[in-house]
């Protein structure tokens, strides 16, 4: 009776310990904030702000370094007054989260406003987000990209696809409202699966033509209406490559804003060694070839800048460790030599 008493006080006792963590608490008050727009008012208050122009979040340079400052609600004060605009601004912005500390996070576009005047102020500058991912800190990136990715998402839905009317954002911003036709928006995520396909001693890595000179990353696509994930696989390595795939499993996933908000859920999959003849899809793709082992090694090494010869040509080179092609490669290289 007394190790059943013990099991249970201790089976209480860590769901308290739960419930009472750092993160329990900041998820219950950022859902708080995303409920109540006073609440929410309030804390604009005291907030700090990532800054955008026009979708480019705002970046300073310290010591070869790029920082995303975030600006106090004081500091985003002075700037509007210097800007000969109203406190109304900083209304516009959208949660994105919250410190340990519960100081909440917005996201503000300053697209209308002089962009030369808020570099001048802050001293740094507005830089394009696919730049920005690949040289801020990894604890930075996926919060500019949900940043932006909300942002990008309320300046295209004023409108209810119903009556026409304009919707309204709550102070969060995690919905719009029609009031007309009391249809309530929130934001939406398209599931995109990235595929590392392997015949056992090769790995497989595709070009398209949007691609930089030289680079080669995994299959992707987006998940049709009705599909599982394996179906989505089974069917772009198909369709993109002309193999059969024979197993598959999954890796991780990822945030990514391009072209919009995607969910991208990262895979490995099997093909036999025996049919695994390329035939590449020219509408999807401009390339596709398999890699042994060592080519991606060297290629994991090299950065875009490294990859060009002397004589015009350029070596393979691979997405860089901010995007999930890059992790599934290196874990095909782990398993490789294991």
Known sequence: MAAISQAAYRRASSLVCRLHSTYVRKMRYLNELKENDSLCRQALSSGTFYLFHNLSPFLQEVEKKYLVPQVSAAEMRR?????????????????????????????????????????????????DLRKALFVVDGKDSPLLASAQ????????????????????????????????????????????????????????????????????SALSGFCDIGENLEETVRREVAEEVGLEVESLWYSASQHWPFPSSSLVIACHALVRAQQAEISVDSLELEEARWFGLEEIVEGLKRQPR??????????????PKQAIAHQLIQEWVKQQTS
């Open 79 to 127: 700037i509007l007054e210097k800007l000969k605009e109203t406190e109304e601004w900083i209304e516009k912005s959208v949660l994105i989260g919250c410190s340990d500390e519960h100081v909440p996070q917005f996201a503000l576009d300053l697209g209308a406003l002089e962009k030369s005047v808020i570099e001048s102020e802050l001293k740094g500058s507005f830089t």
């Open 149 to 216: 990715s909300l942002l990008r998402w309320h300046d295209s839905h004023q409108f209810c696809s119903k009556t026409g009317q304009p919707t309204q954002k709550n102070v969060a911003g995690n919905k719009r409202v029609c009031h007309g036709s009391r249809i309530t928006y929130y934001p939406q995520t398209s599931p995109v699966v990235i595929t590392l396909v392997s015949d056992g001693s090769r790995c497989l890595l595709a070009r398209q033509p949007s691609f930089p000179q030289g680079m080669y």
């Open 306 to 319: 490294s990859s060009k010869q002397d004589d015009g040509s350029v070596l393979p080179w691979f997405p």
